[in-house]
Nanobody, 125 residues
Framework: QVQLVESGGGLVKAGGSLRLSCAASGRTFGNYAMGWFRQAPGKEREFVAGISWSGRSTYYTDAVKGRFTISRGSAKNTVYLQMNSLKPEDTAVYYC??????????????????WGQGTQVTVSS
């Protein structure tokens, strides 16, 4: 059974940092692209960052480039999202997701087949 469990969310002031973690089980996650998405109240779920199954490629939405960094743990079954210089507009529930085996890194939710339960990130001004 595939499970993704996010952690690391919380309340932080603007300009602060948080590190989200996604612990994955039930697959050999080194063979799967992973992504982080977020959803703010009243808005659609949006892509934040992705990392290829090999870990050699990453991609970010323009709104977080230069501030967020996605990475894999050495055992490949953990994915991190380091978030620096946080802004109030980053406030959302953040979800990690796993793409199908050897699928390319995607930017839309339908390209991912497993999701975590989400972790709340709140940035105060």
């Amino acid at each position: 059974q595939v499970q993704l469990v996010e952690s690391g969310g919380g309340l932080v002031k603007a300009g602060g940092s948080l590190r989200l973690s996604c612990a994955a089980s039930g697959r050999t996650f080194g063979n799967y692209a992973m992504g982080w998405f977020r959803q703010a109240p009243g808005k659609e779920r949006e892509f934040v960052a992705g990392i290829s199954w090999s870990g050699r490629s990453t991609y970010y939405t323009d709104a977080v480039k230069g501030r967020f960094t996605i990475s894999r743990g050495s055992a490949k079954n953990t994915v991190y999202l380091q978030m620096n210089s946080l802004k109030p507009e980053d406030t959302a529930v953040y979800y990690c997701a796993s793409a199908p085996r050897f699928a390319p890194m995607g930017t839309i939710p339908d390209e991912y087949d497993y999701w975590g339960q989400g972790t709340q990130v709140t940035v105060s001004s």
